[in-house]
């Protein structure tokens, strides 16, 4: 029995070998197949040579913004049907893509990488973490999460690569008309993603473009709407670009109908499309030259088209959401307008209405409108009381800063919460103790402490604080720049020399190259661009020399 079991058991075992066999087999060469086309992400790729695409070094993105021209690289098979690669919500359009030798070694040859390139959009989110999906061959795997920013941040400390360009002159052909009234030459300015400058006084608007300036609207000018109706820029009371730069809103004293003119002054808040230069009238309204029936001017919010609104100080934020003081002054039997007008009217910013509404308004994509802020002059409004119709943007659309004060002498600045539609902190810019982060290492021009810094809605200097896209605070302090960040209560010299920030040097003297030994005196600071550069100009009252304007960047060596 034992000799004849062994026989017959290799026998039954080789059998069952070559039944097993042919199916390990195919499980094998399925695994391969799965394998090689499988699409999977590279996290670095670095090739120094044979290549005209080289030298190569790439790593994964962590971070990028909207516009900007992102590369992945992996096995990717951008051309196989059904191949998708979906950044947050949106598709990715691949622009080309390229291949490369892979530089490791394998024990069965794997092919080349694909390397896609593609444009990030708005409409893929802007936020942390979104999503990086690859659908390649029917399989879909999922790559790191990347943080989507429509604007670049600073470096959170002085950055000693700052570097100053001229970009742009201007000076008004007709001076005359700007001196006799004392008007300001800029009262509004606003720069777009791509740097692009909008600026506007009581008689005219003009664009900064790639160094040269034009005229978009001036008074006296017939604007032909879409509409269908015309009407006559009067004065000029604001302007402000969207941040991508394809959109223009302004608002102005017009006439346009005789027989409203005879009882009424007429405003209009328009849009103004900068591709076509068509116009579109988003609110027009009346009010009354004399005396009138006593109204309180509501409702003060919901659609834009429903309300009475005589729209100043305009700015927009990165998701195009206008902001604008409304100024509108409603009917009375004991007042006439004329103190209104006249305030309305001045060319400087040391002025403002009264016997009005003062509301800071909050106007979005949708047409609707929110009150925010208001500064009480004895009319009914909607949203946390202020004492001034000025405020203070976040180009980001998380707040909105409204001027605080008891003394009248000093003002404090009132965050409001837009997004939670809620008050925020009561900041005492001038009297809390900031700590001074010094990162200067010549005692020279070492600064030890920190200060705080004043905040008057009604100084002389236009737009002498901006805040950054990283949250933080822009003052021009003296004869350099500093920053603040209000919340941890830091300050440090964004700009010009440390002690610039008190008493200059008297090297401190320069109007371009290295930041540093640039003097700030006086500038009206306007905004950042996409790549985080700061715009500011010089010289909005100088009637014998004009405006100068100016771009301030990490110049790398």
């Given at each position: 029995?034992?000799?004849?079991?062994?026989?017959?058991?290799?026998?039954?075992l080789?059998?069952?070998?070559l039944?097993?066999?042919?199916?390990?087999?195919?499980?094998?060469?399925?695994?391969?197949?799965?394998?090689?086309?499988?699409?999977?992400?590279?996290?670095?790729?670095?090739?120094?040579?044979?290549?005209?695409?080289?030298?190569?070094?790439?790593?994964?993105?962590?971070?990028?913004?909207?516009?900007?021209?992102?590369?992945?690289?992996?096995?990717?098979?951008?051309?196989?049907?059904g191949?998708?690669?979906?950044?947050?919500?949106?598709?990715?359009?691949?622009?080309?893509?390229?291949?490369?030798?892979?530089?490791?070694?394998?024990?069965?040859?794997?092919?080349?990488?694909?390397?896609?390139?593609?444009?990030?959009?708005?409409?893929?989110?802007?936020?942390?973490?979104?999503?990086?999906?690859?659908?390649?061959?029917?399989?879909?795997?999922?790559?790191?999460?990347?943080?989507?920013?429509?604007?670049?941040?600073?470096?959170?400390?002085?950055?000693?690569?700052?570097?100053?360009?001229?970009?742009?002159?201007?000076?008004?052909?007709?001076?005359?008309?700007?001196?006799?009234?004392?008007?300001?030459?800029?009262?509004?300015?606003?720069?777009?993603?791509?740097?692009?400058?909008?600026?506007?006084?009581?008689?005219?608007?003009?664009?900064?473009?790639?160094?040269?300036?034009?005229?978009?609207?001036k008074?006296?000018?017939?604007?032909?709407?879409?509409?269908?109706?015309?009407?006559?820029?009067?004065?000029?009371?604001?302007?402000?670009?969207?941040?991508?730069?394809?959109?223009?809103?302004?608002?102005?004293?017009?006439?346009?109908?005789?027989?409203?003119?005879?009882?009424?002054?007429?405003?209009?808040?328009?849009?103004?499309?900068?591709?076509?230069?068509?116009?579109?009238?988003?609110?027009?309204?009346?009010?009354?030259?004399?005396?009138?029936?006593?109204e309180?001017?509501?409702?003060?919010?919901?659609?834009?088209?429903?309300?009475?609104?005589?729209?100043?100080?305009?700015?927009?934020?990165?998701?195009?959401?206008?902001?604008?003081?409304?100024?509108?002054?409603?009917?009375?039997?004991?007042?006439?307008?004329?103190?209104?007008?006249?305030?309305?009217?001045?060319?400087?910013?040391?002025?403002?209405?009264?016997?009005?509404?003062?509301?800071?308004?909050?106007?979005?994509?949708?047409?609707?409108?929110?009150?925010?802020?208001?500064?009480?002059l004895?009319?009914?409004?909607?949203?946390f009381?202020?004492?001034?119709?000025?405020?203070?943007?976040?180009?980001?659309?998380?707040?909105?800063?409204?001027?605080?004060?008891?003394?009248?002498?000093?003002?404090?600045?009132?965050?409001?919460?837009?997004?939670?539609?809620?008050?925020?902190?009561?900041?005492?810019?001038?009297?809390?103790?900031?700590i001074?982060?010094?990162?200067?290492?010549?005692?020279?021009?070492?600064?030890?402490?920190?200060?705080?810094?004043?905040?008057?809605?009604?100084?002389?200097?236009?737009?002498?604080?901006?805040?950054?896209?990283?949250?933080t605070?822009?003052?021009?302090?003296?004869?350099?720049?500093?920053?603040?960040?209000?919340?941890?209560?830091?300050?440090f010299?964004?700009?010009?020399?440390?002690?610039?920030?008190?008493?200059?040097?008297?090297?401190?003297?320069?109007?371009?190259?290295?930041?540093?030994?640039?003097?700030?005196?006086?500038?009206?600071?306007?905004?950042?661009?996409?790549?985080?550069?700061?715009?500011?100009?010089?010289?909005?009252s100088?009637?014998d020399?004009?405006i100068?304007?100016?771009?301030?960047?990490?110049?790398?060596?």
């Open positions: 029995m034992k000799k004849t079991f062994l026989p017959l058991a290799r026998l039954c080789y059998a069952i070998c039944l097993v066999l042919p199916t390990a087999c195919k499980k094998v060469d399925d695994h391969s197949t799965m394998v090689l086309s499988q699409p999977w992400l590279a996290d670095y790729y670095t090739q120094l040579s044979g290549s005209r695409l080289a030298p190569i070094t790439w790593t994964y993105p962590s971070t990028l913004l909207v516009d900007d021209t992102a590369v992945l690289i992996g096995k990717l098979f951008p051309y196989s049907p191949t998708r690669i979906m950044i947050g919500d949106a598709e990715a359009k691949i622009i080309d893509t390229a291949q490369f030798a892979q530089n490791y070694t394998t024990y069965t040859p794997q092919g080349k990488l694909d390397a896609v390139r593609f444009l990030i959009t708005k409409e893929m989110g802007v936020g942390n973490n979104r999503p990086v999906t690859i659908t390649a061959n029917g399989i879909t795997i999922h790559g790191p999460a990347i943080n989507i920013r429509r604007t670049a941040t600073g470096a959170g400390r002085t950055d000693t690569t700052l570097w100053v360009d001229e970009i742009a002159q201007w000076k008004p052909d007709n001076m005359n008309d700007y001196t006799s009234k004392g008007n300001y030459l800029a009262l509004q300015l606003s720069n777009d993603n791509g740097g692009n400058i909008y600026f506007s006084n009581r008689l005219a608007i003009q664009a900064v473009n790639n160094g040269h300036s034009s005229t978009l609207l008074s006296g000018d017939i604007v032909h709407e879409d509409k269908g109706s015309d009407f006559k820029i009067g004065q000029i009371f604001g302007s402000a670009v969207t941040f991508e730069g394809n959109a223009l809103f302004f608002s102005a004293e017009v006439t346009d109908n005789p027989a409203d003119e005879k009882t009424a002054y007429i405003f209009r808040l328009c849009k103004m499309d900068l591709a076509t230069k068509t116009v579109t009238t988003i609110n027009r309204t009346l009010v009354a030259r004399g005396f009138a029936a006593d309180t001017g509501a409702p003060f919010q919901g659609s834009i088209s429903q309300l009475k609104v005589v729209a100043l100080t305009l700015h927009t934020d990165i998701n195009d959401n206008l902001y604008y003081t409304n100024a509108y002054a409603p009917g009375s039997s004991t007042g006439n307008h004329q103190g209104w007008y006249q305030g309305l009217c001045a060319g400087t910013p040391t002025y403002e209405s009264f016997n009005c509404i003062l509301l800071i308004s909050r106007l979005d994509a949708s047409g609707k409108v929110h009150g925010l802020m208001y500064y009480d004895g009319y009914g409004a909607t949203g009381p202020v004492f001034s119709g000025n405020y203070l943007p976040d180009p980001s659309g998380k707040s909105v800063y409204g001027y605080f004060t008891t003394t009248y002498v000093r003002y404090d600045m009132l965050q409001y919460n837009v997004e939670d539609d809620d008050k925020g902190a009561l900041f005492n810019t001038y009297g809390d103790t900031y001074f982060h010094s990162y200067e290492d010549n005692p020279l021009y070492k600064k030890l402490s920190g200060n705080g810094f004043i905040t008057d809605p009604y100084a002389p200097q236009i737009n002498p604080v901006l805040q950054l896209t990283d949250g605070m822009l003052v021009s302090s003296n004869s350099s720049l500093a920053s603040y960040d209000l919340r941890n209560k830091i300050q010299c964004y700009a010009g020399t440390e002690i610039g920030l008190d008493a200059p040097p008297a090297e401190q003297n320069k109007k371009t190259g290295l930041a540093k030994w640039v003097d700030f005196t006086g500038v009206t600071l306007i905004g950042q661009d996409k790549t985080g550069a700061v715009y500011y100009c010089s010289g909005i100088d009637y020399n004009g100068t304007f100016y771009k301030m960047y990490p110049k790398k060596k």
